[in-house]
């Protein structure tokens, strides 16, 4: 065998070698990607009935859609959103107002549902007022100035009775209950969901007429009327907020509504399911304010749900890169 044949040979088996070597670390590495990385298939978000719920569930529709999820949404009411994660008709939560009484149920006894940390808004709800008419009756900051003065707010619903305008039957809320512990000369007057009651209210602003109603924020019509928050009671230990899930005596209610650190609540199947928008769920949170600027271009602009998301997220890359891990 000649020098020049050997050393030949020893190149080819060098290169033969060489490539082996390549083909097993491509085969390495696409099985370590196969393992790491999983198709996200479908998620199924619950959107409720607030514009601050359809901002966050349309702008974690658009994040998901980047790394390939197909996004349902389910419209379902907020007890009962709890026992249709429980049977897997929906996987996310991303705005829930502390239903301890469902958390007590399908958390830390079923296990059916798990608390997936803050989404970043602090909620709060409330009596409210015009600003115009605080003005006038400056005395209204308080529940206590409100005594002897309820039929300035009289309605043809509440006949010698001032009218308080109940918020979304659905909604927490415990403010019949608040009327009758305050002693208030009230009528509580529901119009029905939050649309209705948003219409009357509104309306009666527009014609610069006495009222006073439920409301919240974070919530996009904050940014276009001026209104003020009535002063109601302090809260003391045991006070509760939602009379539907607390029962018993009104002296339970007579405080004001807490500032609540608003949670993310998902399905245990669908935490332990290894999806790959879990982890993205997870880290999603924002401030008051996106969400109110997204409820704004949604419900306030008339902007198509899917186009106000992207238009967001597509201001708010780093924001978005955080969520996505990067």
């Known amino acids: 065998m000649s020098d020049r044949f050997r050393v030949r040979r020893g190149r080819a088996i060098v290169a033969a070698a060489l490539a082996l070597v390549v083909v097993a670390g491509l085969a390495a590495a696409g099985t370590a990607t196969a393992r790491t990385t999983k198709s996200c298939g479908t998620v199924t978000l619950n959107e ?86 605080m003005q006038q009756y400056p005395q209204f900051k308080t529940w206590q100035g409100l005594k002897g003065k309820e039929t300035v707010f009289k309605s043809p619903e509440s006949g010698s009775q ?32 939050e649309p209705a009651q948003v219409a009357r209210w509104t309306q009666l602003y527009k014609q610069k007429k006495p009222v006073i109603f439920y409301w919240y924020t974070p919530q996009y019509l904050n940014l276009q009327y001026k209104l003020s928050e009535v002063q109601l009671p302090k809260r003391f230990k045991g006070c509760l907020d939602d009379f539907a899930t607390g029962g018993g005596s009104v002296a339970k ?10 949670n ?63």
């Open 48 to 133: 409720q009935a607030w514009a601050g719920s359809t901002a966050n569930t349309y702008v974690a529709k658009a994040v998901l859609q980047k790394i390939g999820c197909k996004v349902n949404i389910t419209k379902i009411t907020e007890i009962p959103v709890y026992q249709a994660m429980a049977d897997g008709k929906t996987d996310a939560v991303l705005e829930d107002w502390q239903h301890v009484a469902q958390y007590k149920q399908y958390i830390t006894k079923q296990h059916t549902v798990v608390m997936g940390g803050p989404n970043g808004v602090t909620g709060h709800i409330g009596w409210y007022i015009p600003t115009y008419l």
């Open 162 to 193: 001032g009218m308080f305008l109940g918020g979304d039957p659905s909604y927490v809320q415990k403010d019949k209950q608040l009327i009758q512990a305050l002693g208030l000369n009230f009528k509580f007057v529901s119009v029905g969901a």
């Open 253 to 262: 209610y007579k405080c004001a509504y807490d500032h609540i650190v608003l």
């Open 264 to 326: 993310k609540v998902f399905s245990s199947k669908f935490a332990k399911g290894g999806s790959p928008a879990f982890p993205i769920l997870k880290r999603f949170s924002w401030t008051n304010k996106d969400q109110e600027l997204v409820a704004k271009y949604i419900a306030g602009d008339h902007l198509n749900s899917d186009k106000a998301a992207q238009k967001w997220v597509a201001a708010n890359q780093a924001k978005v890169n955080k969520w996505l891990g990067k």
